[in-house]
Every structure is written in C-alpha cells, then in structure tokens.
C-alpha cells in the first residue's frame, strides 16, 4: 500500500476525511499543519505572520518528508502549491487526491469554523487564491468533487472506489 495525501483549499474538509479514512483503513494519519503547531509551540497563523509563509511552508516541506510510510497526510491548504513538495510526493509514490468543494460551501465552513486563517484575508482575496491555486491542485493523482454535503463514510468509500489499493481486510 502507498500512503495517500489529501490536498485542497482551506475548510476542504482534509483533516476530518484523514482521520476517518485513517481509521477505517488503520493506518497512522499526519495532518502537517497539526504536526508543525506541536513542533513549533505556536499556530500556523502566528508562524506566518511573524517568520512569513516560506519559513512555514520550509517547515511543511520537512514534516512531509519525515512521514512514515503507509500512511494518510493532510496536507495545508497550500502545500501543494510548491514544485518540490509535488515532486517529492511524485517520486515517493504517494497518491494525491484533490477534495474539490465547491467555492460557497468552502466559505460556509472557514466562517463556522472561525479559524484563524492568515490567507483568508477576506472573501474577494480567498476566492481569487482558490482560482490560482486550482489548476495545481488538479495536478492531483485523483480528483474528487464533492458537493459538501457528503458525509465522511460516504467520502470514504469513494476513496475506495477511486484508490482500491486503499482497501483493508477488515
């Protein structure tokens, strides 16, 4: 089996399905941003705003690259913006799969949250972001387009269908 990244804009729901598809399939779950808070003692937020976002996005890089194998990451909202993060998950066979929301469900989610989200400057800012960000996110291995309303086991199974090496004997 190869280990799986999810990708996708802020509020995508990446943790949460990393967590479930962790669980169901049994195997060790990285989420990046999670990993860096506890390394560093301080949130995304704040490591952006006071080192910048390349400092943070050096810090996703190296905790990428000590994940073990067989595992699901989730990736930040950005990490697979950077060359050298995709070449490395291209060379290190790890699948990717772009959680594709649609863009009002996105905001939903990032206002109910009330996350502090240094990137999200505002709605007009957000939005033009994701539209950058999209055409390197369809570079994922698979992509999956979901309406929001989709529950986690339901998120799952199509995971499967998409990936069947993700399939356990349970």
């Known amino acids: ?21 962790g669980k169901r399939c049994q195997r060790p779950v990285v989420d990046l941003d999670e990993t860096i808070e506890q390394a560093a003692g301080e949130s995304v937020a704040d490591i952006i705003r006071k080192r910048g976002e390349a400092v943070f996005r050096e810090l996703e890089y190296r905790v990428l690259r000590s994940c073990p194998g067989d595992c699901i990451i989730a990736g930040g909202g950005g990490s697979f913006i950077s060359d050298e993060v ?21 905001k939903r989610r990032a206002e109910a949250q009330g996350v502090d989200r240094p990137l999200w400057e505002n709605e007009e800012k957000a939005r033009a972001l994701l539209e950058k960000r999209r055409p390197i996110y369809e570079q994922a291995d698979y992509h999956l387009k979901l309406s929001g309303d989709e529950d986690q086991e339901h998120i799952v199974d199509l995971l499967f269908d998409l990936i069947p090496e993700l399939r356990c004997a349970t």
């Open 1 to 21: 089996m190869r280990s799986v990244f999810l990708l996708g804009f802020m509020a995508s729901g990446k943790t949460t399905l990393a967590r479930e598809l």
């Open 86 to 106: 995709r070449d490395y998950l291209r060379e290190a066979g790890i699948s990717t799969v772009f959680l594709d929301l649609p863009w009002e469900r996105l």
